[in-house]
């Protein structure tokens, strides 16, 4: 059986939108959830004069939204408001009370386009991928032109979560961009991938043996690796499997059905597992 928590505090009435994570909380042990589970969500808004208010006149704790005034945002650390909070509550042990804390305070010295990103390298992470793209496009449209590096990086995830999506013009597109600011060859061999995907067979190759320089490079290792999935294919359970199924379709056509349906989200489960942000 499970660790029992007792609650602290009341159930609010009026729910409190926590914007960094997209959710509604009516409870503390909930925000202590949201701290601990995903705290790479967590920005400098967090503490906010709103969210002190809300634990005293909602949670009705206000022993604790004393504790955090002057704590709010701009005039302490995140790290130390969210730390109160967990102390208080006893959400978590100390070590892991810790532990978020020097996480909280290691990634205040990155400046705000960078946490951006790391919130939605995070959901990508996490398979939340239409919400990682929309934070994805919006950072985008923050980053000064100037910082090529961080917006290369942003374009190459931005491509690598559309393929996960399957959207491989919108990868496409993204990865051109990156490689178009950094120069980096991964970009390049994740666009002819994404490229490869939409043409057809004759098309692409038509396109690829028009390929100099970096491109033509990139294309061989895009050629590579294709060689090598090939061969882990045929070798692998998944294809054994699905052999399996197709020599019963005809005695069990449902059965292949659903059978073969799980075998598909398997698939794409670990294709989206090869895709990586950077």
């Known amino acids: 059986m499970g660790r029992v928590l007792l609650c602290t505090g009341n159930v609010a009435k009026n729910p409190y939108e926590l914007k960094s994570h997209g959710v509604s909380i009516y409870t503390i042990e909930e925000l202590c959830f949201c701290i601990g589970e995903e705290t790479l969500l967590i920005d400098d808004e967090f503490a906010s004069p709103d969210l002190v208010e809300w634990i005293d006149k909602e949670c009705g704790l206000p022993e604790l939204a004393t504790a955090l005034h002057g704590l709010d945002r701009g005039k302490t650390s995140v790290a130390i408001f969210c730390g109160t909070i967990l102390e208080y509550v006893g959400y978590y042990g100390t070590n892991n009370r810790v532990k978020i804390e020097q996480f909280l305070k290691s990634s205040a010295s990155l400046d705000r386009y960078e946490k951006k990103k790391m919130a939605a390298d995070y959901l990508a992470q996490g398979g939340k ?7 994805y496009v919006e950072l985008l449209r923050e980053i000064p032109a100037e910082n090529r590096t961080l917006l290369a990086k942003v374009y190459h995830n931005t491509g690598c979560v559309c393929s996960k999506l399957f959207l491989f013009d919108l990868a496409a597109t993204s990865f ?6 950094s120069g980096d060859r991964e970009s390049a061999v994740q666009y002819l991938a994404a490229k490869r995907f939409v043409m057809e067979e004759e098309d692409y190759i038509s396109y690829a043996s028009g390929l100099t320089d970096v491109w033509y490079e990139a294309s061989l290792e895009l050629e590579r690796r294709l060689e090598r999935a090939e061969n882990a294919w045929q070798e692998s359970g998944a294809r054994a499997k699905l052999m399996s199924f197709a020599r019963k379709r005809r005695e069990n056509p449902a059965d292949f059905q659903v059978k073969a349906e799980e075998l598909a989200e398997q698939l794409k489960g670990s294709y989206r ?5 950077k």
């Open 176 to 181: 051109e961009k990156a490689f178009s600011l």
């Open 273 to 277: 597992k090869m895709v990586e942000e």
């Open 129 to 135: 991928c239409s919400q990682a793209v929309n934070q």
